[in-house]
């Protein structure tokens, strides 16, 4: 049986990933979608909200499972069997970036493979710090995230909102 492993923040989730996710789960036996925890990162969404709301989003993918993970995604490779991890590229920035880190991943773990998916042209553009900035400043991102993630945004907004305003 053969496990990929298609890591990433997910802050916010967006239809860009959902497309990776959908075509990793053709492809392979199962796909494990692993919530990166970064305490040193400022994220939109709790590492459980983004759980929740990718368990939400991938419910209909038999094959696929949804985790959370501190710590080195060739760590939870390693510990979960699994050889393969999927790296989402919309440009040549992304490819430079990520290829360099699947030969950082390679050199921890020689067993583990990265493989690229490229995005569809029409999510090409997409970028989470883009998408949560728009949002600030009540843009529409609808085309950019499902509308169970929209929804979550604005209220994290309007909480912000508050906040700042108090």
Do not use: C
């Amino acid at each position: 049986m053969t496990t990929a492993v298609f890591p990433g923040s997910f802050d916010p989730p967006t239809y860009g990933h959902l497309n990776i996710i959908e075509r990793a789960s053709k492809l392979f036996d199962s796909v494990d979608v692993v919530i990166a925890v970064n305490p040193k990162k400022h994220s939109l969404f709790t590492a459980d909200e983004r759980l929740s709301l990718i368990k939400q989003l991938t419910k209909d993918f038999e094959n696929v499972t949804v985790h959370e993970w501190e710590g080195l995604v060739v760590n939870y490779a390693k510990k979960n069997g699994a050889n393969i991890l999927l790296r989402g590229i919309r440009n040549t920035n992304d490819f430079a970036y990520e290829f360099d880190l699947s030969l950082m991943n390679h050199t921890l773990n020689a067993d583990i493979e990265t493989l690229f998916i490229p995005t569809e042209q029409k999510y090409s553009i997409i970028k989470s710090s883009a998408i949560k900035e728009l949002a600030w400043f009540g843009g529409d991102i609808s085309g950019m995230v499902p509308p169970i993630v929209a929804e979550e945004m604005r209220k994290k907004m309007a909480e912000k909102e508050k906040t700042a305003e108090n």
